[in-house]
């Protein structure tokens, strides 16, 4: 890809969006800011290959290798960056039906991505047949609402993890969708599920007051919307009904969004909350401003790959 069409795709659709109070002007003219590049995808649903010429709308699009060109080169223009997905990685092409999920997890591993959380279609073979896979995955599961301790998978996953780029601590957790009603209760076993706000309140506690992150990310395979169901939890509510929270990275509902979504949080502060569709079409990012005072902006966007 040229690196003049890229600067093109990548402009279309951002938005400068201020994370507090803090006006904009701060973050165009201080020369000691700091950036953070977040890239993100969700709902790969193991489409390793680029879609033909022939698959209608999405002809032409998507591909791991191409999807592995343009991460390189945007950490080439900043190093400060992180790669995240927000789950159903496994399901979808003969690929899974093969490998098992292998061949996702090390091409996953081969991009050097940095976290990801799981999502339902993670226990198609089974909470057996993902544990075989972890092997191959050389990054870390976050998932916090989802207890493993009776299950084969305990100690497997973390709830969060924290990471240093820039003298800046990022800390990402994962959150995951009710599995029951989902997947048959026979592929998740023992696996409980935790109510995704009361877990998700306790993390930001955790990762804002006691470890001290200048930026908290949530994984979530919630969905990111769901207006005929108004009783179900979406990254929309969960938004909305938490503080210090200033991404959510959603999955599930394959929701193509241009550019995050501004949320007012429980405190009537900025957060974003974004999803890039699904098969690996698009590519996430989301660029963070820090001024030396760390109060933040972000400028967002999708990429088509």
């Known amino acids: ?11 279309a659709g951002t938005a400068l969006v201020t994370l507090g109070s803090l006006g904009l002007q701060s973050f165009t003219t201080a020369a000691t800011t700091k950036k953070i590049t977040i890239l993100h995808t969700n709902d790969v649903h193991s489409h390793i290959d680029a879609f033909g010429p022939e698959d209608g709308r999405n002809a032409n699009k998507g591909g791991v290798a191409r999807r592995a060109s343009l991460i390189e080169s945007i950490r080439n223009e900043n190093p400060n960056t992180l790669l995240l997905d927000a789950g159903d990685i496994f399901q979808g092409t003969p690929y899974f039906n093969y490998y098992g999920g292998e061949l996702e997890f090390k ?7 940095d976290a990801a959380t799981l999502g339902n279609h993670d226990f198609d073979n089974g909470i057996d047949g993902l544990y075989e896979q972890l092997e191959h995955a050389k990054f870390q599961f976050v998932s916090a609402n989802y207890d ?26 994962g959150i995951g969708i009710e599995l029951n009603g989902l997947v048959d209760p026979t592929m998740f076993k023992e696996t409980k599920y935790i109510d995704p706000i009361e877990v998700s309140q306790d993390m930001s506690r955790i990762l804002k007051k006691e470890a001290q992150c200048d930026l908290i990310i949530c994984l979530s395979h919630l969905g990111y919307n769901y207006r005929n169901e108004p009783n179900k939890i979406s990254d929309l509510k969960l ?7 200033d991404l959510i990275i959603g999955g599930h509902t394959h929701t193509f969004l241009s550019k995050p979504t501004v949320v007012k949080n429980v405190e009537g502060i900025n957060m974003l909350v974004n999803q890039v569709g699904c098969y690996g079409i698009n ?20 990429i088509i790959v």
């Open 148 to 173: 493993f301790s009776n299950t084969i998978m305990n100690t497997h996953t973390k709830p969060y993890k924290i990471f240093k780029k820039d003298g800046l601590k990022i800390g990402v957790f």
């Open 107 to 113: 091409l996953m591993s081969k991009l050097k991505y």
């Open 283 to 302: 590519l996430g990012k989301i660029d963070f401003y820090f001024d030396s005072a760390k109060n933040k902006s972000a400028n967002g966007t999708s």
């Open 1 to 11: 890809m040229k690196r003049r069409d890229f600067i093109q795709q990548a402009s």
């Open 239 to 245: 938004a909305a009904a938490t503080k210090d929270i």
